[in-house]
């Protein structure tokens, strides 16, 4: 291991944005990348892994093993919460800017620069009137997805009037022409009234889109439908230090009568500031 300088947070979010196309879907590879000076990385496991050929600060090393797996991965879903100590992600009155802090917010940002599409249900276009865009690091806008069966939003929203990435709407199949979105790609798919969506379905706009990377960002109902449908590869969960009451929970799920049918993920967890990312 060459010492003569350490790989900081920064170069090493760099770095992983320049695995070469080559590389994705790889189980193992070594990479020579010239930033400042020649820098070899190694990995195995599908990302899993890594050894780079100088030393990794702290950060550094959890930005290996954070963003590591999406970086070599070729397809994936990702869900992911904020939330609190007592499991919630609004208020009652909707309001959840911001239960986590700048660090997670940073977290989300590059996830959605290494995503094709980042996909929210219609409550949270509602209440939070999201962007969805990348704005706290370098890199590409996703294309926007946002699951409205019964076509209530307003198209005052602002993924609605910003031009600067694709907006795809999947809308319920029942629902009239003339009452679909303007400037924006619709879908229109069967939906049921307490499943929404079938899971194959959308994957089926996933091919045909050509999303391969996704990002599940809200809100509960949406990440627990992924969830419960097995079809999250990842799910990302940060947990906050604060104490809400009541409001909004963060996942809703089938009942169960015994923790052992509880689901128990494989999981690592880092500090992110003041919160910690499971």
């Known amino acids: 291991m060459n010492r003569g300088f350490e790989i ?42 890594w050894i780079a050929s100088h030393s990794l600060s702290v950060d550094a090393q959890q930005i290996f ?9 070729e397809k ?19 309001d959840s800017h ?19 599409a980042v996909l929210v249900g219609a409550n949270t276009v ?15 806008n996703p294309t926007r997805i946002i699951l409205d069966p ?12 910003d031009q600067s990435t694709k907006t795809v709407v999947l809308c ?9 979105y303007p ?35 809200g809100g509960g109902i949406t990440v627990s439908r992924f969830l419960e449908a097995g079809s999250l590869d990842r799910l990302h969960i940060t947990v906050a230090p604060m104490i809400i009451g009541s409001g909004t929970p963060a996942l809703k799920l089938p009942t169960i009568t015994s923790l052992n049918e509880a689901i128990k993920p494989r999981f690592r967890q880092f500090r992110l500031g003041n919160d910690v990312l499971f």
């Open 8 to 49: 900081d947070e920064n170069l090493a979010w760099s770095l992983l944005q320049k695995v070469p196309a080559e590389f994705v879907g790889a189980e193992t590879g070594f990479l020579k990348l010239s930033q400042p000076e020649q820098i070899t990385l190694e990995f195995d496991g599908y990302g899993e892994r």
């Open 126 to 140: 509602a209440s939070d009137n999201p962007r969805m865009s990348v704005r706290k690091v370098d890199g590409p």
């Open 172 to 180: 319920d199949s029942n629902i009239s022409s003339s009452e679909i």
């Open 65 to 73: 093993e954070i963003y590591g797996p999406l970086a070599v991965k």
């Open 183 to 217: 400037n924006v790609q619709v879908y229109q798919l069967e939906c049921a009234k307490e499943r929404g969506f079938e899971m194959n379905d959308l994957r089926a706009v996933f091919i045909q889109e050509g999303f391969n990377r996704i990002l599940v960002e």
């Open 76 to 94: 994936w879903i990702l869900g992911q919460l904020g939330q609190s100590l007592d499991g919630r992600i609004a208020t009652k009155s909707g």
């Open 150 to 161: 019964s076509r209530r939003l307003d198209t005052d929203s602002f993924v609605f009037r």
């Open 98 to 116: 911001y239960i986590t802090g700048d660090e997670d917010l940073l977290r989300l940002h590059r996830i959605r620069a290494m995503a094709d």
